[in-house]
C-alpha cells in the first residue's frame, strides 16, 4: 500500500500510519490468508538524509547565494572547502559562509559571499563534498548529508537605479 501525504516528509520527523478494518468486506485489504485485521499504529522516523533542493542568487545583494536544504540543518559547520562553486561555468572561492545549522530553521540554508557580483543570466552552480571529519557534515535528524552532485541558479539580478543628478539647465 502506498499512501501520498499531503506535505513532505522533512528528515527525522514521524509519520505514525494504523490500519481500521472496514465493515464492508470488499473495503478491506485482504490476501490468500483472508482479510487484513484492525491493526495498531506502526510508526516510523524519516531517516531522508539532508540534500540541496535550490539554489537563489538575492536581487538586492547579487554577491550573496544562497542554496535551500530539503529541511533543518541539525548539525554540522559549513566550511566553504566543502562546497565546490562556479558562476557562469568558472571555479569561484566564496569569501564568506554561514548556515542555519542548528537553528529551527526549515527548510535549512547555506549562504555564500561571493567576490564579486554576479550579473543578469550568469548562472551559479553548487556542488557539496562530504568532509573526512564528522563534526563539519552537514547533517539532518535523519543522517549526515551525502556527498551531492550541482544544485544550478540562473542570475535573474535585474538593473536598477541607484543613483541620480539633478542639474541646472
Given at each position: ?37 484492525t ?79 554576479v550579473?543578469a543570466g ?48
Amino acid at each position: 500500500v502506498t499512501l501520498t501525504l499531503g506535505s513532505a516528509v522533512t528528515p527525522g520527523q514521524v509519520v505514525t500510519v494504523a490500519y481500521t478494518k472496514s465493515g464492508t468486506t470488499g473495503q478491506n485489504l485482504a490476501s490468500s490468508g483472508g482479510a487484513m485485521l484492525t491493526q495498531a499504529a506502526l510508526t516510523a522516523t524519516s531517516t531522508v538524509a539532508l540534500l540541496m533542493v535550490s539554489a537563489t542568487v538575492i536581487d538586492a545583494a547579487p554577491t550573496s547565494f544562497v542554496v535551500t536544504m530539503n529541511g533543518p540543518i541539525a548539525s554540522g559547520t559549513a566550511t566553504i572547502g566543502a562546497f565546490t562553486v562556479q558562476v557562469a561555468s568558472s571555479p569561484v572561492t566564496p569569501t564568506a559562509i554561514a548556515s542555519t545549522s542548528g537553528q529551527a530553521t526549515n527548510p535549512g540554508t547555506v549562504t555564500f559571499t561571493l567576490g564579486g557580483a554576479v550579473t543578469a543570466g550568469q548562472a551559479v552552480t553548487v556542488a557539496y563534498t562530504k568532509s573526512g571529519t564528522t563534526g563539519q557534515n552537514l547533517a539532518s535528524a535523519g543522517g549526515a548529508m551525502a556527498t551531492q552532485a550541482a544544485v544550478t541558479a540562473t542570475s535573474t539580478v535585474q538593473l536598477r537605479m541607484v543613483s541620480a543628478l539633478v542639474t541646472a539647465l
